[in-house]
């Protein structure tokens, strides 16, 4: 027990996010079929685009092991939510949606929840995590959320 409470505190230390002004303009956004080079885990080559409440914003995620993220998953439940439409190790067909940033509740440890369309629905972008819910819930839903069990660590580098 005492060692796994090292290893979360030693993953919480190691994972902390730091962040650039979040008002600092991007050079140019980034399409959101693309994946940033993955040469450099931890720096600017691996930033991607996400919408946080209808905004683009950039960070950088870094998956940490398979160990520490189950153990992220039962002992932290203040992780934040990535909502990504492919694994974060892939291609994205859209821009991944965020559920909050460092003035909104930001948490740097990330559990990747995959958007998957259910059969007559087209796929297409959602904006904030509201839309997500939402299009989850109901009826009829039009999307279902499949929790990945990956956990990722955020810096966010850059707003719009």
């Given at each position: 027990?005492k060692?796994?409470?090292?290893l979360?505190?030693?993953?919480?230390?190691f994972?902390?996010?730091?962040k650039?002004?979040l008002?600092?303009?991007?050079?140019?956004?980034?399409?959101?079929?693309n994946?940033?080079?993955?040469?450099?885990?931890?720096?600017?080559?691996?930033?991607?685009?996400?919408?946080?409440?209808s905004?683009?914003?950039t960070?950088?995620m870094k998956?940490?092991?398979?160990?520490?993220?189950?153990?992220i998953?039962?002992?932290?439940?203040?992780?934040?939510?990535?909502?990504?439409?492919?694994?974060?190790?892939?291609?994205?067909?859209f821009?991944?949606?965020?559920?909050?940033?460092?003035?909104?509740?930001?948490?740097?440890?990330?559990?990747?929840?995959?958007?998957?369309?259910?059969?007559?629905?087209?796929?297409?972008?959602?904006?904030?995590?509201?839309?997500?819910?939402?299009?989850?819930s109901?009826?009829?839903?039009?999307?279902?959320?499949?929790?990945?069990?990956e956990?990722y660590?955020?810096?966010?580098?850059?707003g719009?």
């Open positions: 027990m060692s796994e409470s090292l979360i505190i030693a993953v919480l230390a994972s902390s996010c730091n650039t002004s008002i600092e303009q991007q050079a140019q956004a980034v399409s959101g079929t994946v940033a080079n993955a040469s450099s885990e931890n720096g600017r080559e691996s930033a991607r685009p996400v919408y946080y409440d905004e683009l914003f960070v950088n998956e940490i092991s398979e160990d520490a993220a189950a153990k998953i039962k002992n932290n439940s203040s992780a934040n939510i990535i909502y990504a439409y492919n694994d974060l190790d892939d291609p994205q067909d821009n991944s949606v965020i559920d909050a940033i460092p003035a909104d509740g930001f948490n740097p440890l990330w559990l990747q929840m995959l958007i998957v369309f259910n059969p007559g629905f087209t796929a297409h972008q959602f904006f904030s995590d509201e839309e997500v819910l939402d299009a989850a109901g009826a009829n839903p039009e999307i279902t959320l499949v929790n990945s069990g956990i660590r955020c810096s966010v580098i850059g719009s």
